[in-house]
């Protein structure tokens, strides 16, 4: 074998290599759906809440851990509650869901928080906002931006 069907192997070699490793990453996104993704827009400067259903249609549990958003400076995960007529709200740093779970972050439960605005926005626009996950890739979502009143 010649050097230049030697070289030309080699970057077949790679290059299929390259094409597994990027379908390992899409293949999960494919394995999970987002539904219903809503931020609730509050007026002047007052922080945002993010709203969606989760769905891992996956054969592997994975672990929500965060997101973010360039519209925001920072986005946390957060759990409304409450008890004996007291609200509460507590950050939390991940959350699993498990295979065929679906994994609900609405008002009064699970939600992101999303602080200090870095561009105007106004009810009915689309705002980019990415799910982290361990280990998993990050997944990009569309979240439309609705009136609190709409909640």
């Given amino acids: 074998m010649s050097v230049s069907q030697r070289s030309i192997m080699k970057r077949r070699a790679m290059w299929g290599l390259f094409a597994l490793m990027m379908s390992a990453g899409t293949a999960h996104a494919q394995d999970l759906e987002v539904t219903d993704a809503q931020l609730r827009l509050l007026p002047g400067d007052l922080p945002a809440a993010g709203y969606f259903t989760l769905h891992n249609a996956g054969s592997d549990a994975v672990t929500l851990s965060g997101a973010e958003s360039a519209a925001f400076a920072m986005t ?9 007529g007291m609200a509460s709200m507590k950050s939390v740093d991940q959350l699993e869901v498990a295979t065929d779970e679906t994994l609900e972050f609405a008002p009064g439960g699970y939600h992101l928080m999303f602080m200090k605005r870095q561009q105007p926005l106004e009810v009915g626009d689309e705002v980019e906002v990415t799910l982290q996950f361990e280990d998993q890739p990050p997944l990009p979502v569309t979240f439309e931006v609705v009136s609190p009143a709409s909640m």
């Fill in 76 to 84: 946390h995960m957060h759990l409304s509650t409450e008890e004996d």
